[in-house]
Protein backbone atom coordinates (compact mmCIF):
# COMPACT_ATOMS: atom_id res chain seq x y z
CA UNK A 1 0.00 0.00 0.00
CA UNK A 2 1.21 3.35 -0.92
CA UNK A 3 2.01 6.04 1.81
CA UNK A 4 -1.23 7.67 0.81
CA UNK A 5 -3.14 4.79 1.99
CA UNK A 6 -1.49 4.62 4.88
CA UNK A 7 -1.75 8.28 6.21
CA UNK A 8 -5.44 9.49 4.80
CA UNK A 9 -7.82 7.55 3.28
CA UNK A 10 -8.56 8.49 -0.27
CA UNK A 11 -9.95 11.67 -1.12
CA UNK A 12 -13.61 11.95 -3.19
CA UNK A 13 -13.91 12.01 -6.98
CA UNK A 14 -16.23 14.26 -8.68
CA UNK A 15 -19.64 13.02 -9.22
CA UNK A 16 -20.22 11.98 -12.56
CA UNK A 17 -21.97 14.72 -14.94
CA UNK A 18 -25.85 14.62 -14.40
CA UNK A 19 -25.96 12.81 -11.26
CA UNK A 20 -27.13 14.74 -7.93
CA UNK A 21 -24.58 14.71 -5.29
CA UNK A 22 -26.35 12.70 -3.08
CA UNK A 23 -28.01 10.37 -5.21
CA UNK A 24 -29.25 8.92 -8.73
CA UNK A 25 -32.26 10.29 -11.18
CA UNK A 26 -34.84 7.33 -11.21
CA UNK A 27 -33.96 5.90 -14.30
CA UNK A 28 -30.76 6.88 -14.65
CA UNK A 29 -29.65 4.96 -11.80
CA UNK A 30 -31.69 1.64 -12.81
CA UNK A 31 -29.78 1.60 -16.16
CA UNK A 32 -26.43 2.14 -14.13
CA UNK A 33 -27.74 -0.64 -11.79
CA UNK A 34 -28.20 -2.79 -14.64
CA UNK A 35 -24.82 -1.69 -16.29
CA UNK A 36 -23.08 -2.32 -13.57
CA UNK A 37 -24.26 -5.77 -13.03
CA UNK A 38 -23.97 -6.85 -16.59
CA UNK A 39 -19.90 -5.23 -16.27
CA UNK A 40 -19.99 -7.33 -12.83
CA UNK A 41 -20.46 -10.76 -14.40
CA UNK A 42 -18.66 -10.08 -17.50
CA UNK A 43 -15.04 -10.36 -15.17
CA UNK A 44 -13.05 -13.68 -16.10
CA UNK A 45 -11.19 -13.03 -12.68
CA UNK A 46 -11.48 -12.56 -9.34
CA UNK A 47 -8.79 -9.52 -8.87
CA UNK A 48 -10.93 -7.92 -11.91
CA UNK A 49 -13.82 -8.02 -10.63
CA UNK A 50 -12.94 -6.64 -7.06
CA UNK A 51 -11.39 -3.40 -9.00
CA UNK A 52 -14.67 -3.22 -10.59
CA UNK A 53 -16.63 -3.16 -7.64
CA UNK A 54 -14.68 -0.77 -5.79
CA UNK A 55 -14.16 2.13 -8.89
CA UNK A 56 -17.25 1.71 -10.80
CA UNK A 57 -19.52 1.69 -8.31
CA UNK A 58 -19.04 5.45 -8.24
CA UNK A 59 -20.81 5.81 -11.26
CA UNK A 60 -23.93 4.52 -9.33
CA UNK A 61 -23.52 6.12 -5.67
CA UNK A 62 -21.08 8.86 -4.98
CA UNK A 63 -18.85 8.07 -2.07
CA UNK A 64 -15.27 9.12 -1.24
CA UNK A 65 -14.08 5.92 -0.09
CA UNK A 66 -14.61 2.10 -0.90
CA UNK A 67 -12.75 -1.12 -0.10
CA UNK A 68 -13.61 -5.29 -0.72
CA UNK A 69 -12.83 -7.18 1.57
CA UNK A 70 -13.59 -10.94 1.55
CA UNK A 71 -14.70 -12.68 5.24
CA UNK A 72 -13.25 -16.01 6.08
CA UNK A 73 -14.15 -18.40 9.19
CA UNK A 74 -14.86 -17.35 11.96
CA UNK A 75 -15.43 -14.05 10.00
CA UNK A 76 -12.02 -13.05 9.94
CA UNK A 77 -11.56 -10.06 7.28
CA UNK A 78 -9.05 -9.73 4.65
CA UNK A 79 -8.61 -6.67 2.25
CA UNK A 80 -8.35 -6.93 -1.04
CA UNK A 81 -8.82 -3.96 -2.59
CA UNK A 82 -9.04 0.20 -1.98
CA UNK A 83 -10.60 2.70 -4.60
CA UNK A 84 -8.20 4.47 -6.05
CA UNK A 85 -4.56 2.20 -5.02
CA UNK A 86 -3.13 0.27 -6.88
CA UNK A 87 -0.94 -1.66 -4.79
CA UNK A 88 -1.52 -2.88 -1.53
CA UNK A 89 0.43 -3.38 1.82
CA UNK A 90 -1.44 -5.50 4.43
CA UNK A 91 1.06 -4.46 6.88
CA UNK A 92 -0.21 -0.98 6.49
CA UNK A 93 -1.89 0.64 9.65
CA UNK A 94 -4.95 1.68 7.89
CA UNK A 95 -5.45 -2.21 6.49
CA UNK A 96 -4.98 -4.05 9.88
CA UNK A 97 -7.72 -1.23 11.26
CA UNK A 98 -9.99 -1.55 8.62
CA UNK A 99 -9.73 -5.58 8.69
CA UNK A 100 -10.93 -5.36 12.17
CA UNK A 101 -13.52 -3.20 12.04
CA UNK A 102 -14.88 -5.06 9.08
CA UNK A 103 -14.64 -8.33 11.23
CA UNK A 104 -16.72 -7.00 13.59
CA UNK A 105 -19.23 -6.06 11.51
CA UNK A 106 -19.40 -9.72 10.02
CA UNK A 107 -19.98 -11.08 13.18
CA UNK A 108 -22.46 -8.56 14.31
CA UNK A 109 -26.44 -9.03 14.13
CA UNK A 110 -27.02 -6.84 10.96
CA UNK A 111 -23.67 -8.35 8.59
CA UNK A 112 -25.65 -9.72 6.03
CA UNK A 113 -28.14 -6.74 5.48
CA UNK A 114 -26.93 -3.40 3.65
CA UNK A 115 -26.66 -0.90 6.81
CA UNK A 116 -24.45 2.01 8.21
CA UNK A 117 -22.50 1.21 10.66
CA UNK A 118 -22.79 2.54 13.80
CA UNK A 119 -19.02 3.32 15.49
CA UNK A 120 -21.02 2.66 19.29
CA UNK A 121 -21.06 -1.07 18.00
CA UNK A 122 -17.39 -1.62 17.14
CA UNK A 123 -14.67 -2.73 19.91
CA UNK A 124 -13.00 0.35 21.43
CA UNK A 125 -9.68 -0.08 19.95
CA UNK A 126 -11.62 0.41 16.23
CA UNK A 127 -13.65 3.63 17.57
CA UNK A 128 -10.67 5.04 19.39
CA UNK A 129 -8.95 6.10 15.78
CA UNK A 130 -12.21 6.01 13.94
CA UNK A 131 -11.87 9.71 13.28
CA UNK A 132 -8.26 9.31 11.80
CA UNK A 133 -8.77 6.60 9.07
CA UNK A 134 -13.00 6.66 8.78
CA UNK A 135 -15.36 8.62 6.97
CA UNK A 136 -18.51 10.34 9.23
CA UNK A 137 -20.67 7.64 7.59
CA UNK A 138 -19.70 4.46 6.63
CA UNK A 139 -22.42 1.92 4.70
CA UNK A 140 -21.79 -2.20 4.76
CA UNK A 141 -22.77 -3.95 1.84
CA UNK A 142 -22.43 -7.79 2.37
CA UNK A 143 -21.96 -9.67 -0.59
CA UNK A 144 -23.79 -12.87 -0.01
CA UNK A 145 -23.98 -17.03 -1.56
CA UNK A 146 -27.10 -16.88 -3.66
CA UNK A 147 -29.36 -18.57 -2.69
CA UNK A 148 -31.80 -21.17 -4.12
CA UNK A 149 -35.24 -21.45 -3.62
CA UNK A 150 -34.48 -24.40 -1.27
CA UNK A 151 -32.48 -22.39 1.24
CA UNK A 152 -34.37 -19.42 0.94
CA UNK A 153 -35.53 -18.85 5.00
CA UNK A 154 -39.49 -19.44 4.92
CA UNK A 155 -41.96 -16.56 6.49
CA UNK A 156 -42.38 -17.54 10.49
CA UNK A 157 -46.02 -18.71 11.51
CA UNK A 158 -48.83 -15.96 11.67
CA UNK A 159 -46.66 -14.15 8.41
CA UNK A 160 -43.92 -12.59 10.09
CA UNK A 161 -40.92 -11.91 8.26
CA UNK A 162 -38.10 -14.41 8.82
CA UNK A 163 -35.74 -11.64 10.66
CA UNK A 164 -34.41 -13.88 13.05
CA UNK A 165 -33.48 -16.37 10.14
CA UNK A 166 -31.87 -13.76 8.86
CA UNK A 167 -29.88 -12.60 11.61
CA UNK A 168 -28.68 -16.34 12.10
CA UNK A 169 -26.91 -16.78 8.84
CA UNK A 170 -23.56 -17.35 8.26
CA UNK A 171 -21.60 -14.56 7.49
CA UNK A 172 -21.47 -12.99 3.92
CA UNK A 173 -18.20 -14.14 1.31
CA UNK A 174 -17.15 -10.73 0.84
CA UNK A 175 -18.32 -7.29 1.71
CA UNK A 176 -18.31 -3.60 0.17
CA UNK A 177 -17.35 -0.59 2.81
CA UNK A 178 -18.28 2.55 1.97
CA UNK A 179 -17.54 5.83 3.05
CA UNK A 180 -18.36 9.67 2.56
CA UNK A 181 -19.23 12.13 4.55
CA UNK A 182 -22.80 12.87 3.92
CA UNK A 183 -25.68 10.61 5.50
CA UNK A 184 -26.75 7.77 3.13
CA UNK A 185 -30.65 8.43 1.88
CA UNK A 186 -32.84 5.64 2.22
CA UNK A 187 -32.85 5.19 -1.99
CA UNK A 188 -28.79 4.86 -1.98
CA UNK A 189 -29.55 2.24 0.49
CA UNK A 190 -32.14 0.00 -1.62
CA UNK A 191 -30.00 0.50 -4.69
CA UNK A 192 -26.52 -0.77 -3.29
CA UNK A 193 -28.96 -3.73 -1.91
CA UNK A 194 -30.31 -4.39 -5.25
CA UNK A 195 -26.28 -3.91 -6.83
CA UNK A 196 -24.82 -6.10 -3.71
CA UNK A 197 -26.64 -8.94 -4.62
CA UNK A 198 -25.42 -9.22 -8.42
CA UNK A 199 -22.09 -8.18 -6.85
CA UNK A 200 -22.65 -11.40 -4.61
CA UNK A 201 -23.33 -13.15 -7.52
CA UNK A 202 -20.83 -12.68 -9.56
CA UNK A 203 -18.35 -13.05 -6.65
CA UNK A 204 -19.41 -16.47 -6.20
CA UNK A 205 -19.59 -17.61 -9.34
CA UNK A 206 -15.56 -16.75 -9.61
CA UNK A 207 -14.24 -17.42 -6.46
CA UNK A 208 -17.09 -19.32 -4.09
CA UNK A 209 -17.42 -22.50 -5.60
CA UNK A 210 -13.67 -22.95 -5.76
CA UNK A 211 -13.47 -22.14 -1.85
CA UNK A 212 -15.94 -24.85 -1.11
CA UNK A 213 -14.12 -26.77 -3.06
CA UNK A 214 -10.94 -26.14 -1.90
CA UNK A 215 -12.51 -26.35 1.31
CA UNK A 216 -13.51 -29.77 1.45
CA UNK A 217 -9.81 -30.74 -0.51
CA UNK A 218 -8.14 -28.79 2.50
CA UNK A 219 -10.17 -31.55 4.72
CA UNK A 220 -9.58 -33.96 3.00
CA UNK A 221 -6.24 -33.92 1.70
CA UNK A 222 -4.29 -34.26 4.74
CA UNK A 223 -7.08 -36.98 6.27
CA UNK A 224 -6.15 -38.94 2.72
CA UNK A 225 -1.98 -37.98 3.33
CA UNK A 226 -1.70 -39.61 6.69
CA UNK A 227 -3.87 -42.95 5.51
CA UNK A 228 -1.21 -43.07 2.69
CA UNK A 229 1.91 -42.39 5.15
CA UNK A 230 0.48 -45.42 7.83
CA UNK A 231 -0.15 -47.83 4.63
CA UNK A 232 3.50 -46.90 3.24
CA UNK A 233 5.11 -47.46 6.58
CA UNK A 234 3.51 -50.89 6.83
CA UNK A 235 5.07 -52.26 3.47
CA UNK A 236 6.89 -54.86 4.39
CA UNK A 237 10.38 -54.35 3.17
CA UNK A 238 13.61 -56.72 3.41
CA UNK A 239 15.62 -55.16 6.31
CA UNK A 240 19.07 -54.40 4.68
CA UNK A 241 22.51 -52.99 5.74
CA UNK A 242 25.20 -51.42 4.23
CA UNK A 243 28.77 -51.69 4.94
CA UNK A 244 32.43 -51.49 3.22
CA UNK A 245 33.34 -54.27 1.54
CA UNK A 246 36.94 -55.63 -0.27
CA UNK A 247 37.33 -58.57 -2.87
CA UNK A 248 40.56 -60.88 -1.70
CA UNK A 249 40.75 -64.61 -2.28
CA UNK A 250 39.27 -67.31 -0.13
CA UNK A 251 42.43 -69.48 0.20
CA UNK A 252 45.31 -67.01 0.06
CA UNK A 253 49.21 -67.78 1.08
CA UNK A 254 51.06 -65.52 3.21
CA UNK A 255 54.43 -64.93 2.02
CA UNK A 256 56.62 -63.83 5.04
CA UNK A 257 59.78 -62.94 6.08
CA UNK A 258 62.30 -66.11 6.74
CA UNK A 259 65.06 -64.93 8.31
CA UNK A 260 65.80 -61.19 10.07
CA UNK A 261 67.67 -58.87 7.61
CA UNK A 262 67.06 -55.96 4.99
CA UNK A 263 64.94 -56.30 1.95
CA UNK A 264 67.43 -56.39 -1.05
CA UNK A 265 65.66 -56.30 -4.05
CA UNK A 266 61.66 -57.65 -5.60
CA UNK A 267 62.09 -59.62 -8.56
CA UNK A 268 58.17 -59.36 -9.48
CA UNK A 269 55.72 -55.98 -9.31
CA UNK A 270 52.47 -56.17 -7.21
CA UNK A 271 49.47 -57.81 -8.21
CA UNK A 272 51.98 -59.76 -11.03
CA UNK A 273 51.02 -63.24 -11.79
CA UNK A 274 53.94 -66.21 -11.24
CA UNK A 275 54.23 -69.63 -11.02
CA UNK A 276 55.39 -71.92 -8.51
CA UNK A 277 59.39 -71.47 -7.73
CA UNK A 278 59.15 -68.03 -9.19
CA UNK A 279 61.62 -65.90 -6.88
CA UNK A 280 59.88 -63.24 -5.51
CA UNK A 281 62.53 -61.00 -3.39
CA UNK A 282 65.91 -61.27 -2.02
CA UNK A 283 67.09 -60.39 1.11
CA UNK A 284 70.77 -58.48 1.52
CA UNK A 285 73.29 -61.00 1.75
CA UNK A 286 76.83 -59.94 2.66
CA UNK A 287 76.35 -60.74 6.54
CA UNK A 288 75.19 -64.37 5.98
CA UNK A 289 77.89 -65.07 3.15
CA UNK A 290 80.46 -63.70 5.61
CA UNK A 291 78.84 -66.25 8.73
CA UNK A 292 79.01 -68.99 5.81
CA UNK A 293 82.65 -68.34 4.71
CA UNK A 294 83.78 -67.86 8.67
CA UNK A 295 81.64 -71.35 9.89
CA UNK A 296 83.69 -73.46 6.80
CA UNK A 297 86.67 -72.38 7.58
CA UNK A 298 86.17 -72.96 11.65
CA UNK A 299 85.06 -76.52 10.37
CA UNK A 300 88.31 -76.76 8.50
CA UNK A 301 90.61 -76.18 11.69
CA UNK A 302 88.16 -78.19 13.84
CA UNK A 303 88.68 -81.40 11.48
CA UNK A 304 92.34 -80.30 10.97
CA UNK A 305 92.61 -80.64 14.80
CA UNK A 306 90.84 -83.81 15.25
CA UNK A 307 93.13 -85.43 12.75
CA UNK A 308 96.02 -84.41 14.04
CA UNK A 309 95.08 -85.23 17.78
CA UNK A 310 94.44 -88.40 16.43
CA UNK A 311 97.41 -89.20 14.70
CA UNK A 312 99.38 -88.36 18.53
CA UNK A 313 97.12 -90.41 20.31
CA UNK A 314 98.95 -93.44 19.72
CA UNK A 315 102.08 -92.51 21.44
CA UNK A 316 100.49 -89.93 24.00
CA UNK A 317 97.97 -90.62 26.27
CA UNK A 318 96.78 -87.02 27.32
CA UNK A 319 95.98 -86.62 23.26
CA UNK A 320 93.66 -89.62 23.38
CA UNK A 321 92.12 -87.88 26.62
CA UNK A 322 91.17 -84.74 23.71
CA UNK A 323 90.09 -86.44 20.67
CA UNK A 324 86.01 -86.81 22.07
CA UNK A 325 86.31 -83.18 23.15
CA UNK A 326 87.43 -82.29 19.81
CA UNK A 327 85.07 -84.33 17.62
CA UNK A 328 81.95 -82.41 19.37
CA UNK A 329 83.91 -79.07 18.04
CA UNK A 330 84.05 -80.64 15.13
CA UNK A 331 80.28 -81.05 15.00
CA UNK A 332 79.39 -77.76 16.25
CA UNK A 333 81.40 -76.51 13.97
CA UNK A 334 79.41 -78.39 10.94
CA UNK A 335 76.25 -77.43 12.81
CA UNK A 336 76.50 -73.54 12.13
CA UNK A 337 77.70 -73.93 8.64
CA UNK A 338 74.73 -75.92 8.20
CA UNK A 339 72.59 -72.87 9.76
CA UNK A 340 74.40 -70.28 7.79
CA UNK A 341 73.96 -73.25 4.69
CA UNK A 342 70.47 -72.55 5.47
CA UNK A 343 70.29 -68.79 6.15
CA UNK A 344 71.92 -68.14 2.75
CA UNK A 345 69.25 -70.68 1.00
CA UNK A 346 66.69 -68.38 2.25
CA UNK A 347 67.93 -65.18 1.21
CA UNK A 348 65.89 -65.43 -2.33
CA UNK A 349 62.09 -66.26 -1.11
CA UNK A 350 60.47 -68.25 -3.69
CA UNK A 351 56.26 -68.91 -4.51
CA UNK A 352 54.85 -71.74 -2.40
CA UNK A 353 52.59 -71.88 -5.83
CA UNK A 354 50.72 -70.20 -9.05
CA UNK A 355 48.85 -66.81 -8.52
CA UNK A 356 49.10 -63.08 -8.16
CA UNK A 357 51.21 -61.12 -5.56
CA UNK A 358 49.26 -58.71 -4.08
CA UNK A 359 51.30 -56.07 -2.43
CA UNK A 360 51.34 -51.94 -2.16
CA UNK A 361 54.30 -50.76 -3.75
CA UNK A 362 58.15 -51.77 -3.93
CA UNK A 363 59.79 -48.76 -2.77
CA UNK A 364 57.79 -49.45 0.51
CA UNK A 365 59.94 -52.56 1.36
CA UNK A 366 63.19 -51.82 -0.34
CA UNK A 367 65.98 -51.16 2.43
CA UNK A 368 63.44 -51.75 5.18
CA UNK A 369 64.55 -54.03 7.86
CA UNK A 370 61.93 -56.66 8.49
CA UNK A 371 61.83 -59.44 11.13
CA UNK A 372 61.07 -63.44 11.03
CA UNK A 373 57.41 -64.12 10.31
CA UNK A 374 56.70 -60.48 9.35
CA UNK A 375 53.69 -60.22 5.98
CA UNK A 376 55.55 -59.20 3.38
CA UNK A 377 53.13 -59.92 0.85
CA UNK A 378 50.35 -62.83 -0.41
CA UNK A 379 50.01 -64.95 -2.77
CA UNK A 380 46.44 -64.77 -3.98
CA UNK A 381 44.34 -67.15 -6.56
CA UNK A 382 42.70 -65.08 -9.02
CA UNK A 383 39.75 -67.98 -9.72
CA UNK A 384 38.67 -68.23 -5.83
CA UNK A 385 37.90 -64.56 -4.88
CA UNK A 386 35.49 -63.50 -1.86
CA UNK A 387 34.29 -60.54 -0.78
CA UNK A 388 35.31 -59.21 2.95
CA UNK A 389 33.03 -57.10 4.88
CA UNK A 390 33.60 -55.14 7.59
CA UNK A 391 29.59 -54.35 9.61
CA UNK A 392 29.83 -51.41 12.13
CA UNK A 393 28.52 -52.86 15.75
CA UNK A 394 25.23 -50.22 15.24
CA UNK A 395 24.31 -51.86 11.67
CA UNK A 396 24.44 -54.97 12.30
CA UNK A 397 21.72 -57.70 11.52
CA UNK A 398 20.91 -61.04 12.23
CA UNK A 399 23.49 -61.93 10.51
CA UNK A 400 22.90 -65.71 9.14
CA UNK A 401 24.40 -67.70 6.73
CA UNK A 402 23.23 -67.74 3.28
CA UNK A 403 21.90 -64.16 3.25
CA UNK A 404 21.52 -62.52 0.31
CA UNK A 405 24.57 -60.20 -0.35
CA UNK A 406 25.14 -57.31 -3.00
CA UNK A 407 28.13 -55.66 -3.88
CA UNK A 408 28.48 -52.26 -5.63
CA UNK A 409 31.78 -52.07 -6.71
CA UNK A 410 33.52 -47.89 -6.66
CA UNK A 411 34.56 -48.91 -10.09
CA UNK A 412 31.21 -50.21 -11.70
CA UNK A 413 28.39 -49.40 -9.22
CA UNK A 414 25.39 -49.66 -11.04
CA UNK A 415 26.17 -53.22 -11.91
CA UNK A 416 26.35 -55.22 -8.38
CA UNK A 417 27.81 -58.34 -7.63
CA UNK A 418 25.38 -61.26 -6.30
CA UNK A 419 26.65 -63.58 -3.37
CA UNK A 420 25.63 -65.41 -0.22
CA UNK A 421 26.63 -64.87 3.08
CA UNK A 422 29.04 -67.62 4.17
CA UNK A 423 30.51 -66.70 7.52
CA UNK A 424 30.04 -63.66 10.27
CA UNK A 425 32.68 -63.38 13.21
CA UNK A 426 30.82 -63.69 16.73
CA UNK A 427 33.18 -61.11 18.14
CA UNK A 428 33.92 -57.52 16.76
CA UNK A 429 37.28 -56.25 16.42
CA UNK A 430 38.56 -52.83 14.90
CA UNK A 431 38.52 -52.21 10.93
CA UNK A 432 41.42 -50.43 9.34
CA UNK A 433 39.12 -47.25 9.56
CA UNK A 434 39.04 -47.93 13.58
CA UNK A 435 35.68 -48.39 14.24
CA UNK A 436 34.20 -51.50 15.49
CA UNK A 437 32.68 -54.19 13.02
CA UNK A 438 31.94 -57.78 12.62
CA UNK A 439 34.15 -59.46 10.13
CA UNK A 440 31.82 -61.15 7.71
CA UNK A 441 33.02 -63.41 4.43
CA UNK A 442 30.06 -63.64 1.18
CA UNK A 443 30.89 -66.16 -1.67
CA UNK A 444 29.82 -65.16 -5.13
CA UNK A 445 27.38 -66.92 -6.85
CA UNK A 446 27.49 -69.26 -9.79
CA UNK A 447 27.86 -67.19 -12.89
CA UNK A 448 28.98 -64.07 -11.70
CA UNK A 449 32.72 -63.08 -13.57
CA UNK A 450 35.15 -63.04 -10.98
CA UNK A 451 36.12 -59.55 -10.24
CA UNK A 452 39.88 -58.36 -9.81
CA UNK A 453 41.39 -58.93 -6.33
CA UNK A 454 41.75 -55.67 -4.14
CA UNK A 455 39.27 -53.64 -5.95
CA UNK A 456 36.79 -52.12 -3.50
CA UNK A 457 32.55 -51.05 -2.84
CA UNK A 458 30.01 -51.07 -0.60
CA UNK A 459 28.33 -54.47 0.63
CA UNK A 460 24.09 -54.25 1.11
CA UNK A 461 23.31 -57.47 3.22
CA UNK A 462 19.88 -58.71 3.30
CA UNK A 463 18.03 -59.51 6.24
CA UNK A 464 14.08 -60.90 7.13
CA UNK A 465 11.18 -58.59 5.80
CA UNK A 466 9.96 -55.83 8.25
CA UNK A 467 7.84 -52.82 7.87
CA UNK A 468 8.65 -49.99 6.35
CA UNK A 469 8.66 -47.69 9.85
CA UNK A 470 10.90 -50.04 11.59
CA UNK A 471 13.16 -49.93 8.30
CA UNK A 472 13.35 -46.16 8.64
CA UNK A 473 13.34 -45.82 12.26
CA UNK A 474 15.54 -48.61 13.50
CA UNK A 475 18.50 -46.48 14.50
CA UNK A 476 16.68 -43.69 15.90
CA UNK A 477 14.69 -46.51 17.90
CA UNK A 478 17.87 -47.96 18.80
CA UNK A 479 19.76 -44.95 19.94
CA UNK A 480 16.05 -44.00 22.16
CA UNK A 481 16.35 -47.34 23.58
CA UNK A 482 20.16 -46.86 24.78
CA UNK A 483 19.33 -43.58 25.88
CA UNK A 484 16.38 -44.20 28.26
CA UNK A 485 17.21 -47.46 29.04
CA UNK A 486 14.46 -49.72 28.03
Keep these: ?241 LAPAEIQTSNPVIVAAPLDGVIERFHVQPNQPVAAGQPLFSFESTVLRSRFEVARKGLTQAEAELLTASQAAFADPQTKARIAQLRAQVELRRAEMALARDLLERVTVKAERAGIAVFTDINDWLGKPVSVGERVLTLADPQAPEIDIMVPVGDALVLEPGSPVELFLNVDPLHPLRARLTHASYEAGLSAAGVLSYRVKAALDAGEAPPRIGLRGTAKILGDRVPLALYLFRRPLALLRQSLGI
Design 1 to 241: MSTAMAQTPPQQAAPPQGTPQGGAQPVNGLLMLLELQRQAWRQATAPELRYHIVNQTRRLIAYRQAAFLTVGERGRATLGAVSNIAVLEPNAPFAQWLEEAVRAVATGHDANSVHVVDPATLPASVRSVWGEWGPAQVLWCPLRKPQSPQEAPREAPGGAAPAAAAEKAAPPLAGLWLGRDEPWTDGEILLLSHLAEGYGHAWWALSGKRTKRHGLRRTLLPLLALLAVAGALAIPVPMST
